[in-house]
Nanobody
Framework: QVQLVESGGGLVQPGGSLRLSCAAS????????MGWYRQAPGKQRELVAD???????NYVDSVKGRFTISRDNAKNTVYLQMNSLKPEDTAVYYC???????????????WGQGTQVTVSS
C-alpha cells in the first residue's frame, strides 16, 4: 500500500515562495513517476508538473520558469519549489505517484490528501 503525505502549503503574498514536499511510503518510489496537480474552486484538477523515474520533467505552461519539481529517491520524497507566486496559483495541491506500463498502457495512480496554497496580499 502506498501512502503520500504532503506538507509545505500555506498563505503567501504575491511574489513569494513556497516549497511543497510529498513523502511516499512503500518500496516503489524509485521506479515511479511523481507529479503535482492542483485544483482551484470551481475548476478541474490540472497537472502542474511531473517527473519520471528517469528525472525527465514536464510543466504546465503557466508555471514554467517559476516552479521546479525535483525528487530525492533516498528520502522517497518529491518537491515542488514555487517562486514568484501569483494569486491564480491559489489552489489545493495534490501529490501523485504513478506506475505506468508503456507497453500495455496500464497506469496506476496514488494520491495524497492535498495541501492548500493561498496567494494573497
Amino acid at each position: 500500500q502506498v501512502q503520500l503525505v504532503e506538507s509545505g502549503g500555506g498563505l503567501v503574498q504575491p511574489g513569494g515562495s513556497l516549497r511543497l514536499s510529498c513523502a511516499a511510503s512503500g518500496s516503489i518510489f524509485s521506479i515511479s513517476g511523481m507529479g503535482w496537480y492542483r485544483q482551484a474552486p470551481g475548476k478541474q484538477r490540472e497537472l502542474v508538473a511531473d517527473i519520471t523515474s528517469g528525472r525527465s520533467t514536464n510543466y504546465v505552461d503557466s508555471v514554467k520558469g517559476r516552479f521546479t519539481i525535483s525528487r530525492d529517491n533516498a528520502k522517497n520524497t518529491v518537491y515542488l519549489q514555487m517562486n514568484s507566486l501569483k494569486p491564480e496559483d491559489t489552489a489545493v495541491y495534490y501529490c501523485n505517484l504513478y506506475l505506468a506500463n508503456v507497453r500495455t498502457g496500464v497506469r496506476i495512480d496514488y494520491w495524497g490528501q492535498g495541501t492548500q496554497v493561498t496567494v494573497s496580499s
